[in-house]
């Protein structure tokens, strides 16, 4: 099983930054259950990541660990933003070029007019290492947290690093 061509890009871009990554291939997941079966053989926090969309428009990655769990219809609170919805699929192909089931922080890449803002969970930005797909579903890759961040910053996306697990009113 090999990468698609359409991860080339971000692998490079990755490389050209001096990130070091470790990808993992495996059978196509589409949710946070079936990815559950590949977490043994890849060590660090693994992730969710929800691509929604405020009442004005304004669009939002959310990533966290895999098994936090987030109240949509009360986060619009800690964003400061009115009514949370689950971004449509042509919405999220046309502006970060996936699919569901593959959301990532990578997919970022994708998206040079910087539409989406980016919420990262403050625990799993504690953490070492932490795991998203590379623009596809049949792949783990493995990153560093502050690697992550040099590469979001790279992009040029506004990035907020939030406590998910506190109550919506502590923010």
Same mark, same amino acid.
């Given at each position: 099983m090999? !990468?698609?061509? =359409?991860t ?7 490389e ?5 990554t470790r ?6 997941v589409?949710t946070?259950?079936? %990815?559950q079966? +590949?977490?043994? %053989? ?8 929800l691509?929604l969309?405020?009442?004005?428009g +304004?669009?939002f990655?959310v990533?966290?660990?895999? *098994?936090r769990a987030?109240?949509?219809n009360? !986060?619009?609170?800690?964003?400061g933003?009115k @009514? $949370?919805s689950?971004g449509?699929? *042509?919405l999220?192909m046309e502006?970060?070029?996936v699919?569901?089931?593959s959301?990532? #922080?990578?997919? $970022?890449?994708?998206? #040079? *007019? @910087? @539409? ?10 504690a ?6 797909h590379? $623009?596809?579903? +049949?792949?783990t890759? =493995? ?5 992550? @961040?040099?590469? !979001? *910053?790279d992009l040029?996306? +506004?990035v907020?690093?939030?406590? $998910? ?6 923010a």
């Open positions: 090999a !990468l698609p061509d =359409s080339a890009p971000l692998f490079a871009h990755l050209r930054l001096g990130i070091q990808t993992i291939e495996h059978a196509p589409f946070v259950e079936e %990815a079966a +590949t977490y043994d %053989a890849i060590p660090g926090v693994h992730c969710k990541n691509f969309k405020d009442a004005k +304004t669009l990655l990533v966290c660990p895999h *098994d987030i109240a949509v009360q !986060l619009h609170k800690r964003l933003c @009514r $949370l689950f449509k699929a *042509d999220l502006v970060l070029g699919e569901p089931g959301v990532t #922080p990578f997919a $970022l890449i994708n998206d #040079p *007019d @910087r @539409r989406v803002t980016v919420i990262l969970d403050a625990a799993m930005m953490a070492t290492v932490a795991n998203y590379p $623009l596809v579903n +049949t792949a890759t =493995s990153i560093g947290t502050a690697d992550l @961040r040099r590469f !979001l *910053d040029g996306h +506004t907020h690093v939030v406590d $998910l697990a506190a109550a919506p009113d502590a």
